[in-house]
């Protein structure tokens, strides 16, 4: 009969969104436009205002989950390390079949020190310096993600090797990461890079 809708083909409403994962959705666009603001606009232009802006979410909303610039920065932090260690665990699952895992795992540290998530937390180390109330607060964090960041080397390359060879891995990569934010050319840092792996299975063999 024309006109006769048929039950079946009518959608069903969509779900609506309990207020705890509203919750979690705001807070993680928050979090993320604060990572971004760092990396972009540096640790003293980074405000609630400026990041409530670019969240898109009110001033209101934002200090209801963050009261204090302080309490938003590193809880930023925070969820910069879970995302860091995110990215190096999810290509932890492609070594399994590379032949030079040393190798392999040296390219997957540059990947999370090559970019913008590396950047912000510089903004906030810098910071820390001449702030006792951030350093006490981000100290803590950061000694945690080192332990963890650990633990995937050692899971990558094994225990014998992992201890020196994650500690200089970490060192030239902070430093090469730091020469990148004033020297944009990749050419001299990718050939540093391919000299470290050589050094870097040496160090493996020695350690075995």
């Known amino acids: 009969m024309a006109g006769t809708r048929n039950p079946a083909a009518v959608a069903a409403p969509a779900a609506r969104r309990t207020q705890q994962e509203r919750t979690a959705v705001t807070r993680s666009r928050v979090l993320n436009a604060t990572i971004e603001h760092l990396a972009q606009c540096g640790y003293a232009r980074t405000t609630t205002v400026e990041v409530a802006v670019r969240a898109g979410v009110s001033r209101g909303a934002l200090v209801h989950h963050f009261p204090t610039r302080s309490d938003l920065v590193l809880a930023a932090l925070e969820h910069l390390c879970e995302r860091r260690l995110a990215e190096l665990e999810a290509g932890m699952s492609r070594l399994s079949g590379s032949d030079d895992r040393v190798g392999a795992f040296v390219d997957l540290m540059w990947s ?14 810098t910071a ?10 981000l100290y803590p964090l950061e000694r945690g993600f080192g332990k ?11 225990r014998d090797t992992a201890g020196p060879f994650y500690e200089l891995t970490k060192h030239v990569m902070r430093g ?12 001299e840092r990718l050939e540093a890079l391919e000299r470290w792996k050589g050094l870097a299975l040496v160090l493996g063999r020695d350690g075995a």
């Open 112 to 125: 999370t020190f090559n970019g913008p998530l590396f950047a912000a937390q510089l903004e906030l180390w």
């Open 128 to 137: 820390a310096r001449t702030d006792p109330e951030l350093y006490a607060r």
């Open 148 to 158: 963890r960041l650990a633990q995937l080397c050692a899971d990558a390359v094994g």
């Open 176 to 187: 090469m990461a730091v020469e990148r934010l004033l020297k944009a050319d990749d050419s």
